[in-house]
């Protein structure tokens, strides 16, 4: 056999080992293999305590009061060959019944003591400082570390050598980890260099003040101690000085860890040779990719890796600086760093990201009673996780947290997440659900879809008086697809139609389009673009086999003739069958103009008054066509869209439920609705509003779905082709 059954055995089919009875309560992430992208086999640890001898031995000593690795004399051949076996598997690894683990993992286990979860003689539980615990977890990434490293180990070309990014969910001990790191390079590695670099002092800090407690704890209690020819707040260096010939000259390892700020200043990373960069919190870091790209060349000779990155952040610390880092997780290869396909969204995705650790990974403290009575923990004693107990409690915790504000859920979300997508959320102000968003973009990026849901083109005027516009598809129409609109980007855009309308004659009032105008600023007397302007055509109910509640086409662009864009939005109400336009009338008094030229005012909706009524009582504001948006209309169309969002449409084959937001096809609305807050300029999502203005206005019958129908799947079957 591979592995001795004693020790581990391989999990073949993770989803068997799962009681029945939950399969259907969570979700893929629980039922499949989580380390298949890295190419390992997938344990099952039955005897983990192998693996921490040297800590063992030290806890027996040290609960009779000597604490102390051997009992060996100093100086004597047992106790030189018990260090030397020690340093050989610091080094080179440690194998138990086929199972090796790394020989940073075997230090970090059994000579670095971290703060962990003990209890007292009285049962209650404390921290203190101890060694750590086994845990697969730690298991795979030990080893994804080593073969990116030092690929050679792994029967790779050495030109494979990489750097790794990360993400991961909060308190699962990698700063711990990157401070054994960095002590396991120190002590064992010649004139090696490892940088802790941070946005923030204080983050790098506490690695380095990890790092050094450590170093402390070997230079008193093992072989493996080092003098310091430097120490520092910020920087420690091994070795001593000796005088020769009247010349100090340094002696010894003259291995280094120092931490630098990067704060305003990405260039520091610049000049420093290094065996190891780390960089800490990556969401914080403004520039990260500046940053890296300075540090870069510190680490190869050439193309030649000498030393790695790693760059790593956690859930619920990204602000501001996400981009940069969202960007070089998802584009690992880029960047010359370690990817592994993507298996870690709810969605199958294609491409390559970085490595990823969930919140279901370590969990401890949950259980789970089957139908049978019998007991399952989230963390087992050999450190194996069952993930699937993991995500029932995280989803109990989730439900309990939803009654209360958006921006405490937001930050659940955040700090015990998933998926990278809820990693990387950034949630301050947002009144839209930000998560469940970003797995729909996530799902519209995949293998560009959002390109495929739809047709690009233009509309053209026809001589059919029974099809007055028709759809011409462009090649050569590039839509503005994303938010923000880059600034020198082609700004025309062109018309995007996900459904075409019936070909038979359409029921009256079947479409409805919401209309944002282009924005001006007057800068020294001239007009000055200050937005796009944004035209959704939204299918209301009429009959149950047309669908409804649906996103069918959209513009989003500008001309520099005003009457282009008004234009368009005709063009969109004839193609639709003269479907009505709700337009925002404070900004779009050449809307109304251009219409009345056009002898087609009847094509433009009445002011919402009811609607209205809703939130302006006794409102003086008269205009017979459109609507206004300030900030109490604004209030009102987010709770609408909100309501809008989240109305049920039906479930999918694996009994999920489909919500409307499910099937909005535009990425570039979904980018809006993430990024939205009520100060900002938001095009799209203004457009949306006015739709939403629209529903609210007429109110129409609330539409029961026949399951068994599956309109729903079909719809959502269609946007993931």
């Not at 102390?68 to 598997?89: F, V």
């Not at 050999?382 to 958006?406: F, T």
């Not at 990387?424 to 849901?453: D, S, T």
């Not at 944002?516 to 299918?539: H, M, Q, R, T, W």
Request: glycine fraction near 8%.
């Amino acid at each position: 056999m591979k592995y001795d059954p004693t020790i581990a055995t391989i999990i073949e089919d993770e989803k068997a080992r799962i009681p029945e009875e939950v399969h259907n309560k969570v979700t893929r992430l629980s039922l499949i293999n989580p380390v298949e992208n890295l190419g390992f086999d997938y344990l099952f640890f039955k005897d983990a305590s192998v693996f921490r001898p040297a800590a063992t031995e030290f806890e027996k000593n040290e609960a009779k009061g000597m604490p102390m690795y051997t009992t060996a004399i100093e100086g004597t051949s047992q106790y030189l060959n018990y260090w030397n076996k020690q340093k050989d598997r610091c080094i080179n690894g440690y194998e138990v019944g086929g199972v090796r683990i790394t020989g940073e993992h075997y230090f970090y286990l059994n000579f670095c003591r971290i703060e962990k979860r003990v209890k007292r003689a009285d049962g209650t539980e404390t921290k203190r400082l101890g060694f750590p615990d086994f845990l697969a977890m730690d298991y795979y990434w030990f080893l994804t570390l080593e073969r990116a490293e030092n690929p050679a180990k792994y029967g790779l070309d050495p030109m494979e050598k990489k750097g790794v990014i990360m993400a991961k969910a909060r308190r699962k001990g990698w700063s711990f980890k990157n401070a054994a790191g960095a002590a396991w390079i120190y002590t064992f590695f010649k004139k090696s260099r490892v940088v802790i670099a941070s946005e923030l002092e204080d983050k790098a800090k506490n690695t380095f003040k990890m790092f050094k407690t450590m170093c402390n704890f070997l230079n008193e209690f093992t072989e493996f101690r080092t003098p310091r020819l430097k120490d520092t707040a910020t920087e420690v260096k091994s070795g001593w000085s000796e005088k020769i010939d009247g010349q100090n000259i340094e002696k010894g390892y003259l291995s280094e860890v120092m931490i630098i700020t990067l704060k305003d200043n990405p260039d520091k990373s610049a000049g420093l040779s290094c065996t190891r960069f780390i960089f800490e919190e990556a969401g914080l870091i403004n520039n990260l990719k500046k940053a890296y790209r300075f540090a870069e060349p510190t680490l190869r000779d050439g193309k030649i890796w000498i030393g790695i990155p790693i760059i790593f952040g956690t859930g619920g610390d990204m602000e501001g600086s996400t981009q940069d880092f969202s960007e070089m997780f998802l584009e690992p290869d880029k960047y010359g760093l370690a990817g592994f396909p993507n298996q870690y969204e709810l969605h199958q995705m294609e491409g390559n990201c970085g490595y990823f650790v969930d919140d279901m990974w370590y969990r401890p403290g949950c259980s789970y009673v089957d139908k049978d009575g019998k007991l399952h923990t989230s963390i087992d004693e050999n450190g194996n996780a069952n993930r699937w107990v993991a995500e029932l409690d995280l989803d109990e915790e989730r439900a309990k947290s939803v009654g209360g504000s958006k921006a405490d859920y937001d930050v659940l979300i955040t700090q015990k997440c998933k998926t990278p997508s809820e990693a990387f959320l950034r949630p301050q102000g947002n009144v839209f659900p930000v998560a469940e968003l970003k797995a729909i973009h996530l799902r519209l990026m995949n293998n560009n879809l959002y390109k495929k849901v739809g047709t690009a083109g233009e509309l053209e005027f026809s001589s059919d008086p029974q099809r007055p516009v028709r759809f011409k598809p462009m090649g050569n129409k590039i839509p503005v697809w994303h938010y923000p609109f880059k600034q020198g980007s082609p700004s025309e855009g062109a018309v995007i139609i996900y459904e075409a309308p019936p070909q038979e004659d359409i029921p009256q009032a079947l479409y409805k389009i919401g209309y944002d105008p282009v924005k001006f600023d007057i800068v020294n007397g001239k007009s000055v673009f200050k937005s796009l302007a944004s035209i959704i055509v939204y299918k209301s109910f009429q009959r149950f086999e047309y669908g409804y509640d649906e996103i069918v086409a959209e513009y989003t662009g500008r001309y520099e003739d005003t009457d282009k864009i008004n234009e368009i939005a005709l063009k969109l109400s004839m193609y639709y069958g003269n479907a009505k336009i709700m337009h925002e009338n404070e900004i779009g008094k050449d809307v109304m103009s251009y219409f009345k030229r056009k002898g087609k005012v009847h094509l433009l909706e009445h002011q919402p008054d009811a609607a209205m009524g809703k939130v302006i009582r006794n409102s003086k504001v008269v205009r017979p066509y459109g609507s206004p948006m300030n900030d109490r209309m604004k209030a009102a169309c987010e709770k609408w869209a909100l309501n809008w969002m989240w109305t049920e449409r039906g479930t999918n084959e694996e009994g999920k439920i489909i919500y409307n937001m499910d099937l909005i096809p535009s990425i570039g609305l979904v980018e809006e609705l993430m990024a939205y807050n009520r100060d900002g300029n938001f095009d799209r999502v203004m457009a949306f509003f006015q739709l939403m203005l629209v529903i609210e206005e007429y109110k129409e019958e609330e539409v029961k779905l026949d399951n068994s129908s599956h309109v729903a799947t079909q719809l959502l079957d269609r946007y993931e082709r």
